[in-house]
DNA sequence: TAGATTAGTAACAATTTATTAATACCTGTA
DNA sequence: TACAGGTATTAATAAATTGTTACTAATCTA
Protein backbone atom coordinates (compact mmCIF):
# COMPACT_ATOMS: atom_id res chain seq x y z
CA UNK A 1 0.00 0.00 0.00
CA UNK A 2 1.10 3.22 -0.79
CA UNK A 3 -0.50 6.07 0.48
CA UNK A 4 -1.92 5.18 4.62
CA UNK A 5 -5.42 5.59 4.58
CA UNK A 6 -7.18 6.87 7.74
CA UNK A 7 -9.70 4.74 9.13
CA UNK A 8 -12.59 5.98 11.81
CA UNK A 9 -13.90 3.39 13.77
CA UNK A 10 -17.24 4.29 15.33
CA UNK A 11 -18.80 0.68 18.04
CA UNK A 12 -19.49 0.99 21.56
CA UNK A 13 -18.37 -2.36 22.46
CA UNK A 14 -14.66 -1.43 23.65
CA UNK A 15 -13.33 -4.73 22.98
CA UNK A 16 -14.15 -4.67 19.02
CA UNK A 17 -12.82 -1.62 18.97
CA UNK A 18 -9.94 -2.71 20.18
CA UNK A 19 -10.05 -5.88 17.66
CA UNK A 20 -10.30 -3.71 14.92
CA UNK A 21 -7.83 -1.10 15.89
CA UNK A 22 -4.86 -3.55 16.02
CA UNK A 23 -5.58 -5.37 13.18
CA UNK A 24 -6.12 -2.45 10.84
CA UNK A 25 -2.90 -0.66 12.43
CA UNK A 26 -1.07 -3.86 11.58
CA UNK A 27 -1.97 -3.78 7.81
CA UNK A 28 -0.91 -0.15 8.14
CA UNK A 29 -3.65 1.77 8.23
CA UNK A 30 -4.16 4.48 10.50
CA UNK A 31 -7.01 4.28 12.97
CA UNK A 32 -9.22 6.78 15.37
CA UNK A 33 -11.73 5.40 17.12
CA UNK A 34 -14.57 6.43 19.25
CA UNK A 35 -17.14 4.49 21.52
CA UNK A 36 -20.01 7.60 21.21
CA UNK A 37 -21.68 7.92 17.63
CA UNK A 38 -22.65 11.72 19.18
CA UNK A 39 -18.74 12.47 18.64
CA UNK A 40 -18.48 10.97 14.90
CA UNK A 41 -19.31 14.06 12.82
CA UNK A 42 -16.98 16.39 14.84
CA UNK A 43 -14.10 13.53 14.35
CA UNK A 44 -15.03 13.20 10.87
CA UNK A 45 -14.77 17.22 10.55
CA UNK A 46 -11.59 17.01 12.18
CA UNK A 47 -9.72 14.26 11.21
CA UNK A 48 -11.01 14.18 7.60
CA UNK A 49 -10.78 9.96 7.40
CA UNK A 50 -10.57 8.41 4.26
CA UNK A 51 -13.53 6.21 5.52
CA UNK A 52 -16.04 5.43 8.37
CA UNK A 53 -16.58 2.12 9.86
CA UNK A 54 -19.73 2.38 12.14
CA UNK A 55 -21.69 0.37 14.15
CA UNK A 56 -25.78 0.41 13.30
CA UNK A 57 -26.71 -0.36 16.67
CA UNK A 58 -25.48 2.38 19.14
CA UNK A 59 -26.76 3.52 22.46
CA UNK A 60 -27.23 7.24 22.06
CA UNK A 61 -27.13 7.85 18.09
CA UNK A 62 -28.18 5.29 15.50
CA UNK A 63 -25.67 4.25 12.59
CA UNK A 64 -28.28 5.28 10.25
CA UNK A 65 -28.66 8.51 11.84
CA UNK A 66 -25.08 9.78 11.95
CA UNK A 67 -24.88 8.44 8.20
CA UNK A 68 -27.97 10.77 6.88
CA UNK A 69 -25.63 13.20 8.92
CA UNK A 70 -22.59 13.01 7.17
CA UNK A 71 -24.14 12.51 3.72
CA UNK A 72 -25.75 15.86 4.08
CA UNK A 73 -22.42 17.06 4.51
CA UNK A 74 -21.07 19.42 2.06
CA UNK A 75 -17.44 18.42 3.34
CA UNK A 76 -17.63 14.84 4.16
CA UNK A 77 -20.50 13.37 1.88
CA UNK A 78 -17.41 12.09 -0.25
CA UNK A 79 -16.31 9.72 2.24
CA UNK A 80 -16.92 6.06 2.25
CA UNK A 81 -19.44 5.36 5.09
CA UNK A 82 -19.57 1.22 6.04
CA UNK A 83 -21.95 -0.05 8.54
CA UNK A 84 -20.67 -2.47 11.17
CA UNK A 85 -23.35 -4.87 11.55
CA UNK A 86 -24.46 -8.21 13.23
CA UNK A 87 -25.47 -10.82 11.78
CA UNK A 88 -29.17 -10.14 12.73
CA UNK A 89 -29.26 -7.17 11.73
CA UNK A 90 -29.05 -7.84 7.97
CA UNK A 91 -32.43 -7.13 6.97
CA UNK A 92 -31.68 -3.36 7.75
CA UNK A 93 -28.95 -3.65 4.62
CA UNK A 94 -32.36 -1.71 2.81
CA UNK A 95 -32.49 1.38 4.89
CA UNK A 96 -28.53 2.09 4.85
CA UNK A 97 -27.85 2.01 1.57
CA UNK A 98 -30.87 4.64 0.69
CA UNK A 99 -28.67 6.76 3.11
CA UNK A 100 -25.39 6.86 0.48
CA UNK A 101 -24.25 3.84 2.78
CA UNK A 102 -21.01 2.20 0.56
CA UNK A 103 -20.76 -1.56 2.01
CA UNK A 104 -21.84 -3.27 5.12
CA UNK A 105 -19.73 -5.69 7.17
CA UNK A 106 -20.85 -8.18 9.65
CA UNK A 107 -19.49 -8.92 12.61
CA UNK A 108 -17.78 -11.14 13.72
CA UNK A 109 -15.28 -9.41 11.47
CA UNK A 110 -12.48 -11.68 9.77
CA UNK A 111 -9.38 -9.34 10.53
CA UNK A 112 -7.44 -10.27 7.50
CA UNK A 113 -10.60 -9.43 5.25
CA UNK A 114 -11.68 -6.51 7.03
CA UNK A 115 -8.69 -4.49 5.66
CA UNK A 116 -8.55 -6.00 2.33
CA UNK A 117 -12.89 -4.75 1.84
CA UNK A 118 -11.63 -1.31 3.29
CA UNK A 119 -8.97 -0.41 1.15
CA UNK A 120 -10.73 -1.93 -2.37
CA UNK A 121 -13.94 0.70 -1.34
CA UNK A 122 -11.39 3.24 -0.51
CA UNK A 123 -9.60 3.03 -3.65
CA UNK A 124 -13.41 2.64 -5.53
CA UNK A 125 -14.49 5.93 -3.86
CA UNK A 126 -11.65 8.04 -3.79
CA UNK A 127 -9.99 9.02 -6.82
CA UNK A 128 -6.97 6.93 -7.29
CA UNK A 129 -4.02 9.07 -6.75
CA UNK A 130 -2.00 10.30 -9.42
CA UNK A 131 1.03 8.00 -9.89
CA UNK A 132 3.77 10.61 -11.28
CA UNK A 133 5.00 9.52 -14.99
CA UNK A 134 8.73 9.07 -14.37
CA UNK A 135 11.66 10.35 -15.93
CA UNK A 136 14.99 8.97 -14.92
CA UNK A 137 17.91 9.90 -17.11
CA UNK A 138 17.27 8.79 -20.46
CA UNK A 139 14.37 6.13 -19.25
CA UNK A 140 10.79 7.69 -19.36
CA UNK A 141 8.36 5.96 -18.07
CA UNK A 142 4.85 7.18 -18.69
CA UNK A 143 1.89 5.75 -17.35
CA UNK A 144 -0.38 8.29 -19.53
CA UNK A 145 0.58 5.46 -22.08
CA UNK A 146 1.37 2.93 -20.75
CA UNK A 147 4.91 3.22 -22.60
CA UNK A 148 7.95 3.30 -21.49
CA UNK A 149 10.37 5.56 -23.29
CA UNK A 150 14.06 5.24 -24.27
CA UNK A 151 15.17 8.45 -25.47
CA UNK A 152 12.90 8.81 -28.77
CA UNK A 153 13.15 4.74 -29.05
CA UNK A 154 9.24 3.38 -27.51
CA UNK A 155 9.03 0.37 -25.76
CA UNK A 156 5.82 -1.22 -24.86
CA UNK A 157 5.78 -3.17 -21.81
CA UNK A 158 3.18 -5.44 -20.47
CA UNK A 159 0.97 -4.94 -17.14
CA UNK A 160 3.64 -7.02 -14.79
CA UNK A 161 6.61 -5.50 -16.65
CA UNK A 162 5.21 -2.15 -16.37
CA UNK A 163 3.91 -2.17 -12.72
CA UNK A 164 7.07 -4.19 -11.78
CA UNK A 165 9.67 -1.41 -13.52
CA UNK A 166 7.35 1.31 -12.06
CA UNK A 167 7.62 0.43 -8.71
CA UNK A 168 11.40 -0.06 -8.43
CA UNK A 169 12.02 3.18 -10.65
CA UNK A 170 9.45 4.76 -8.32
CA UNK A 171 12.04 4.38 -5.63
CA UNK A 172 16.08 4.58 -7.83
CA UNK A 173 18.40 3.08 -5.82
CA UNK A 174 16.11 1.27 -3.37
CA UNK A 175 16.50 -2.42 -2.99
CA UNK A 176 13.22 -4.50 -3.22
CA UNK A 177 13.21 -8.21 -2.04
CA UNK A 178 11.31 -10.24 -4.51
CA UNK A 179 8.19 -10.73 -1.59
CA UNK A 180 8.46 -6.79 -1.73
CA UNK A 181 7.90 -6.96 -5.46
CA UNK A 182 5.64 -9.65 -5.43
CA UNK A 183 3.00 -7.65 -2.59
CA UNK A 184 3.48 -4.78 -4.08
CA UNK A 185 2.72 -5.45 -7.77
CA UNK A 186 0.54 -8.94 -7.96
CA UNK A 187 -0.93 -8.34 -4.16
CA UNK A 188 -0.56 -9.54 -0.70
CA UNK A 189 -3.49 -12.27 -1.11
CA UNK A 190 -1.82 -13.69 -4.83
CA UNK A 191 0.57 -16.25 -4.58
CA UNK A 192 3.14 -16.77 -6.82
CA UNK A 193 6.93 -18.18 -7.03
CA UNK A 194 9.37 -16.06 -5.88
CA UNK A 195 11.53 -17.03 -9.77
CA UNK A 196 8.49 -15.24 -11.43
CA UNK A 197 9.81 -12.36 -10.37
CA UNK A 198 13.14 -12.96 -12.09
CA UNK A 199 11.49 -14.40 -15.26
CA UNK A 200 9.97 -10.81 -15.09
CA UNK A 201 13.34 -8.76 -14.37
CA UNK A 202 14.88 -10.68 -17.14
CA UNK A 203 12.17 -9.65 -19.66
CA UNK A 204 12.12 -5.86 -18.62
CA UNK A 205 16.08 -6.18 -19.00
CA UNK A 206 15.61 -7.37 -22.80
CA UNK A 207 13.23 -4.47 -23.45
CA UNK A 208 14.86 -2.14 -22.23
CA UNK A 209 18.81 -3.10 -21.46
CA UNK A 210 20.69 -4.46 -18.85
CA UNK A 211 22.10 -1.42 -17.47
CA UNK A 212 19.10 -0.25 -15.05
CA UNK A 213 17.87 -2.88 -12.96
CA UNK A 214 21.04 -4.30 -10.51
CA UNK A 215 20.66 -7.29 -8.49
CA UNK A 216 21.83 -7.77 -4.78
CA UNK A 217 22.33 -11.50 -4.83
CA UNK A 218 20.91 -12.75 -2.01
CA UNK A 219 18.56 -9.61 -1.05
CA UNK A 220 17.27 -8.13 -4.36
CA UNK A 221 16.84 -5.98 -6.64
CA UNK A 222 16.77 -2.30 -7.98
CA UNK A 223 16.86 0.43 -10.63
CA UNK A 224 19.68 2.16 -10.70
CA UNK A 225 21.29 4.68 -13.58
CA UNK A 226 25.18 4.12 -13.64
CA UNK B 1 20.75 -12.84 9.72
CA UNK B 2 16.71 -13.83 8.38
CA UNK B 3 14.70 -14.51 11.16
CA UNK B 4 13.45 -18.46 11.33
CA UNK B 5 9.79 -18.43 12.30
CA UNK B 6 8.41 -21.15 14.53
CA UNK B 7 5.16 -22.73 13.73
CA UNK B 8 3.08 -25.41 16.07
CA UNK B 9 0.73 -27.52 14.00
CA UNK B 10 -1.88 -29.84 15.29
CA UNK B 11 -3.71 -32.21 13.28
CA UNK B 12 -5.08 -35.63 14.26
CA UNK B 13 -4.00 -36.25 11.15
CA UNK B 14 -0.46 -37.80 10.82
CA UNK B 15 -0.27 -37.90 7.27
CA UNK B 16 -1.41 -34.06 6.87
CA UNK B 17 1.33 -32.72 9.79
CA UNK B 18 3.61 -34.69 7.61
CA UNK B 19 3.43 -32.90 4.82
CA UNK B 20 2.54 -29.36 6.25
CA UNK B 21 6.09 -30.21 8.64
CA UNK B 22 7.99 -31.10 5.70
CA UNK B 23 6.49 -28.00 3.04
CA UNK B 24 7.34 -25.61 5.94
CA UNK B 25 10.34 -26.80 6.84
CA UNK B 26 11.50 -26.64 3.05
CA UNK B 27 10.43 -22.89 3.12
CA UNK B 28 12.54 -21.96 5.95
CA UNK B 29 9.50 -22.69 9.07
CA UNK B 30 10.78 -24.32 12.31
CA UNK B 31 8.12 -26.56 13.13
CA UNK B 32 6.50 -28.40 15.80
CA UNK B 33 3.85 -30.90 15.54
CA UNK B 34 1.49 -32.56 17.86
CA UNK B 35 -1.87 -34.83 16.84
CA UNK B 36 -3.07 -34.43 19.88
CA UNK B 37 -4.75 -30.80 21.21
CA UNK B 38 -4.60 -31.74 24.56
CA UNK B 39 -1.18 -31.24 24.15
CA UNK B 40 -1.45 -27.66 22.15
CA UNK B 41 -1.37 -25.33 25.38
CA UNK B 42 1.48 -26.79 27.28
CA UNK B 43 3.33 -27.24 23.89
CA UNK B 44 3.05 -23.56 23.17
CA UNK B 45 3.50 -22.39 26.68
CA UNK B 46 7.17 -24.15 26.04
CA UNK B 47 7.79 -23.64 22.71
CA UNK B 48 6.74 -19.86 22.05
CA UNK B 49 5.46 -20.33 18.61
CA UNK B 50 5.37 -17.63 16.20
CA UNK B 51 1.74 -18.97 15.01
CA UNK B 52 -0.04 -22.03 15.48
CA UNK B 53 -1.68 -23.70 13.03
CA UNK B 54 -4.59 -25.57 14.44
CA UNK B 55 -7.34 -28.39 13.02
CA UNK B 56 -10.46 -27.68 14.24
CA UNK B 57 -11.83 -31.00 14.43
CA UNK B 58 -9.99 -33.22 16.74
CA UNK B 59 -10.90 -36.05 18.65
CA UNK B 60 -10.12 -35.15 21.85
CA UNK B 61 -10.51 -30.89 22.05
CA UNK B 62 -11.77 -29.13 19.56
CA UNK B 63 -10.06 -26.40 17.84
CA UNK B 64 -12.71 -23.26 19.23
CA UNK B 65 -11.36 -24.97 22.88
CA UNK B 66 -8.05 -24.73 22.56
CA UNK B 67 -8.18 -21.37 20.80
CA UNK B 68 -10.35 -19.50 23.58
CA UNK B 69 -7.69 -21.34 25.80
CA UNK B 70 -5.05 -19.60 24.58
CA UNK B 71 -6.25 -16.40 23.64
CA UNK B 72 -7.30 -16.22 27.83
CA UNK B 73 -3.85 -16.75 28.62
CA UNK B 74 -1.95 -13.54 29.11
CA UNK B 75 1.43 -15.17 27.64
CA UNK B 76 -0.13 -16.50 24.44
CA UNK B 77 -3.00 -14.33 23.38
CA UNK B 78 -0.71 -12.40 21.38
CA UNK B 79 -0.13 -15.67 19.02
CA UNK B 80 -1.88 -15.81 16.04
CA UNK B 81 -3.95 -18.45 16.06
CA UNK B 82 -5.13 -19.89 12.56
CA UNK B 83 -7.53 -22.43 12.29
CA UNK B 84 -7.58 -25.62 8.95
CA UNK B 85 -10.40 -26.66 7.70
CA UNK B 86 -12.18 -29.11 5.81
CA UNK B 87 -14.02 -27.59 3.22
CA UNK B 88 -17.00 -28.73 4.53
CA UNK B 89 -16.55 -26.68 8.02
CA UNK B 90 -16.72 -23.26 6.17
CA UNK B 91 -19.63 -22.36 8.33
CA UNK B 92 -18.06 -22.52 11.29
CA UNK B 93 -15.81 -19.54 10.52
CA UNK B 94 -18.16 -17.31 12.69
CA UNK B 95 -17.23 -18.82 16.05
CA UNK B 96 -13.39 -18.97 15.31
CA UNK B 97 -12.85 -15.19 14.82
CA UNK B 98 -15.06 -14.50 17.78
CA UNK B 99 -12.81 -16.71 19.51
CA UNK B 100 -9.60 -14.31 17.94
CA UNK B 101 -8.60 -16.50 15.56
CA UNK B 102 -6.24 -14.71 13.36
CA UNK B 103 -7.06 -16.57 9.66
CA UNK B 104 -8.62 -19.79 8.33
CA UNK B 105 -7.25 -22.67 5.90
CA UNK B 106 -9.19 -24.49 4.24
CA UNK B 107 -8.04 -27.93 3.39
CA UNK B 108 -6.92 -29.61 1.24
CA UNK B 109 -3.52 -26.93 1.24
CA UNK B 110 -1.24 -25.02 -1.39
CA UNK B 111 2.09 -25.74 0.14
CA UNK B 112 3.40 -22.66 -1.78
CA UNK B 113 0.45 -20.43 -0.14
CA UNK B 114 0.98 -21.96 3.12
CA UNK B 115 4.09 -20.45 3.63
CA UNK B 116 3.69 -17.05 1.96
CA UNK B 117 0.05 -16.52 4.00
CA UNK B 118 2.03 -17.53 7.17
CA UNK B 119 4.05 -15.67 7.17
CA UNK B 120 2.23 -12.48 5.77
CA UNK B 121 0.03 -12.46 9.36
CA UNK B 122 3.00 -13.58 11.09
CA UNK B 123 4.65 -10.48 9.70
CA UNK B 124 1.41 -8.72 11.02
CA UNK B 125 2.03 -9.34 14.43
CA UNK B 126 5.85 -9.15 14.83
CA UNK B 127 6.73 -5.75 13.83
CA UNK B 128 10.33 -6.00 12.68
CA UNK B 129 12.40 -2.72 14.07
CA UNK B 130 13.40 -0.99 10.81
CA UNK B 131 17.54 -1.00 10.96
CA UNK B 132 18.65 2.72 10.23
CA UNK B 133 21.22 3.41 8.04
CA UNK B 134 24.59 4.48 9.41
CA UNK B 135 26.49 7.36 8.95
CA UNK B 136 30.10 7.57 10.45
CA UNK B 137 32.62 9.70 9.67
CA UNK B 138 32.54 9.96 5.32
CA UNK B 139 31.55 6.23 5.50
CA UNK B 140 27.82 6.04 5.15
CA UNK B 141 25.89 2.33 5.49
CA UNK B 142 23.09 2.50 3.75
CA UNK B 143 20.56 -0.39 3.96
CA UNK B 144 17.97 0.75 1.53
CA UNK B 145 20.43 0.50 -1.62
CA UNK B 146 22.61 -2.09 0.25
CA UNK B 147 25.34 0.12 -0.74
CA UNK B 148 28.66 1.47 1.11
CA UNK B 149 29.45 5.26 0.36
CA UNK B 150 32.57 6.47 1.12
CA UNK B 151 32.50 10.49 0.18
CA UNK B 152 31.02 10.11 -3.14
CA UNK B 153 32.74 6.79 -3.80
CA UNK B 154 30.19 4.05 -3.96
CA UNK B 155 31.15 0.61 -2.65
CA UNK B 156 29.26 -2.73 -3.35
CA UNK B 157 29.63 -5.40 -0.70
CA UNK B 158 28.06 -8.70 -0.52
CA UNK B 159 25.43 -9.53 1.55
CA UNK B 160 27.79 -11.19 4.19
CA UNK B 161 29.95 -8.73 4.05
CA UNK B 162 27.52 -5.58 4.60
CA UNK B 163 26.19 -7.29 7.54
CA UNK B 164 29.16 -7.74 9.33
CA UNK B 165 30.28 -4.26 8.44
CA UNK B 166 27.03 -3.37 9.55
CA UNK B 167 27.16 -5.24 13.17
CA UNK B 168 30.51 -3.84 13.86
CA UNK B 169 29.44 0.05 12.97
CA UNK B 170 26.22 -0.19 14.46
CA UNK B 171 28.46 -0.19 17.96
CA UNK B 172 31.23 2.03 17.22
CA UNK B 173 34.44 1.37 19.24
CA UNK B 174 32.55 -1.63 20.74
CA UNK B 175 34.66 -4.68 20.49
CA UNK B 176 33.19 -8.06 18.97
CA UNK B 177 34.67 -11.34 19.30
CA UNK B 178 34.42 -13.78 16.00
CA UNK B 179 31.75 -15.80 18.15
CA UNK B 180 29.62 -12.49 18.71
CA UNK B 181 29.98 -11.92 15.01
CA UNK B 182 29.22 -15.68 13.83
CA UNK B 183 25.60 -15.69 15.98
CA UNK B 184 24.89 -12.09 14.80
CA UNK B 185 25.08 -12.42 11.21
CA UNK B 186 24.97 -15.94 10.64
CA UNK B 187 22.37 -17.06 12.96
CA UNK B 188 22.82 -19.10 16.35
CA UNK B 189 22.74 -22.58 14.75
CA UNK B 190 24.83 -22.33 11.93
CA UNK B 191 28.24 -23.49 12.29
CA UNK B 192 30.85 -22.04 10.57
CA UNK B 193 34.75 -21.73 11.32
CA UNK B 194 35.54 -18.79 13.07
CA UNK B 195 38.83 -17.52 10.50
CA UNK B 196 35.85 -17.32 8.20
CA UNK B 197 35.06 -13.97 10.09
CA UNK B 198 38.62 -13.15 9.13
CA UNK B 199 38.65 -13.66 5.85
CA UNK B 200 35.51 -11.83 5.21
CA UNK B 201 37.09 -8.96 7.23
CA UNK B 202 39.75 -8.84 4.85
CA UNK B 203 37.60 -8.83 2.05
CA UNK B 204 35.59 -5.56 3.93
CA UNK B 205 39.24 -3.61 4.48
CA UNK B 206 40.25 -4.75 0.55
CA UNK B 207 36.97 -2.61 -0.15
CA UNK B 208 36.49 0.09 2.08
CA UNK B 209 39.92 0.54 3.24
CA UNK B 210 42.29 -0.55 6.10
CA UNK B 211 41.49 2.12 8.78
CA UNK B 212 38.32 1.49 10.09
CA UNK B 213 38.14 -2.00 11.42
CA UNK B 214 40.84 -2.62 14.48
CA UNK B 215 41.53 -6.18 15.27
CA UNK B 216 42.34 -6.89 19.01
CA UNK B 217 44.44 -9.80 18.96
CA UNK B 218 42.86 -12.45 21.20
CA UNK B 219 39.48 -10.59 21.39
CA UNK B 220 37.98 -9.76 18.12
CA UNK B 221 36.97 -7.01 15.75
CA UNK B 222 35.92 -3.65 16.40
CA UNK B 223 34.68 -0.79 13.73
CA UNK B 224 36.34 2.88 14.61
CA UNK B 225 37.13 5.57 13.15
CA UNK B 226 40.46 7.67 13.86
C1' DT C 1 64.97 -14.39 21.45
C1' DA C 2 62.56 -18.98 20.88
C1' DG C 3 58.46 -20.91 21.06
C1' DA C 4 53.66 -20.39 21.20
C1' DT C 5 49.61 -18.19 20.01
C1' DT C 6 46.81 -15.53 17.11
C1' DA C 7 45.71 -13.12 12.80
C1' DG C 8 46.22 -12.35 7.75
C1' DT C 9 46.14 -14.10 3.17
C1' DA C 10 45.59 -16.56 -1.17
C1' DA C 11 43.90 -20.26 -3.56
C1' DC C 12 40.54 -23.39 -3.91
C1' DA C 13 36.11 -25.93 -2.90
C1' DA C 14 31.46 -25.85 -1.68
C1' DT C 15 27.27 -23.78 -1.61
C1' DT C 16 23.91 -20.59 -2.65
C1' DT C 17 21.59 -17.77 -5.68
C1' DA C 18 20.34 -15.89 -10.22
C1' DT C 19 19.72 -16.39 -15.17
C1' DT C 20 17.75 -18.34 -18.87
C1' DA C 21 15.17 -21.10 -22.10
C1' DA C 22 11.72 -24.08 -22.65
C1' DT C 23 7.19 -25.21 -21.37
C1' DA C 24 2.62 -24.90 -19.52
C1' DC C 25 -1.18 -22.31 -18.25
C1' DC C 26 -4.57 -18.99 -18.42
C1' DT C 27 -8.12 -15.70 -20.42
C1' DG C 28 -10.22 -13.33 -23.77
C1' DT C 29 -11.34 -13.28 -28.70
C1' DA C 30 -12.00 -14.30 -33.57
C1' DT D 1 -12.27 -24.38 -31.04
C1' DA D 2 -8.05 -22.58 -32.03
C1' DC D 3 -5.25 -18.78 -31.42
C1' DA D 4 -2.55 -15.09 -29.23
C1' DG D 5 -0.71 -12.48 -25.65
C1' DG D 6 0.43 -12.42 -21.28
C1' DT D 7 1.88 -14.73 -17.23
C1' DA D 8 3.76 -18.52 -14.19
C1' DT D 9 6.58 -22.67 -13.38
C1' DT D 10 10.37 -25.57 -13.83
C1' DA D 11 14.84 -27.18 -14.40
C1' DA D 12 19.42 -26.68 -16.34
C1' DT D 13 23.10 -23.94 -16.35
C1' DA D 14 25.89 -20.02 -15.02
C1' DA D 15 27.68 -16.92 -11.82
C1' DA D 16 28.63 -15.03 -7.57
C1' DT D 17 29.11 -15.59 -2.88
C1' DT D 18 30.66 -17.93 0.99
C1' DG D 19 33.53 -21.28 3.57
C1' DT D 20 37.81 -23.94 4.26
C1' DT D 21 42.38 -24.88 4.31
C1' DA D 22 47.14 -24.38 4.61
C1' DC D 23 50.52 -21.38 4.85
C1' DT D 24 52.76 -16.96 6.31
C1' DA D 25 53.15 -12.95 9.26
C1' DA D 26 52.72 -10.68 13.41
C1' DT D 27 52.43 -10.49 18.25
C1' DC D 28 52.88 -12.16 22.76
C1' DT D 29 55.24 -14.41 26.61
C1' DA D 30 58.38 -16.65 29.31
Redesign the interface.
Known amino acids: MIKKYKILVVDDDLDILE?IKF?LE??GFEVAVTNKSTETYELALKLKPDLILHDIMMPDLDGFQVCRKIKHSEVLKNIPFVFLTA?NEEHSEVQGFDLGAEDYIAK?????ALSTRLKTIIKRYIKEEELPNLQLGIIKIDRDSYMVYKNEEKISLPKKEFELLYILAS?P???FSREDVLSRVWG?DV?V?ERTVDVHIRKIREKIGDNYITT????GY?F?LN
Chains 1, 2 share one sequence.
Open positions: INRNRPIKPASGKVSYGIKGVKE
